[in-house]
């Protein structure tokens, strides 16, 4: 029985994981650098799903430039992608407690 109620518990961890996954991947977070030379888009997993260059407003011959504003969007799509997990967690874990104890979700972030 213990067993049962176990795996059951695992699996249900398992499919809201998997749910999480999926709502995380749709919310999307966007990092910029030098008003917008250089864009970088991520989604909530943290997952880098497209980067775009203003040609114009870049000196292509200072490569160490470009490399920096790209790794600079990046961090910031990084960094934003990571607060919104963090909110969407929240709310998921708020979600799973009991009626009238959705207030304890706080004290995990």
Known sequence: MIRTMFGNMLGDM??????????????????????????????ANREITDIQIDRKKLDWEDVEMVQDLVLDATNKALSAAAAKEAEATQEMVKNMLPPGMGNLGNLFG
Request: no cysteine; proline share 0%.
């Open 14 to 43: 398992e499919e809201r994981q998997k749910e999480m996954r999926q709502k995380l991947a749709a919310i999307m977070v966007e990092g910029t650098a030098q008003g917008g030379a250089v864009k970088v888009v991520a989604n």
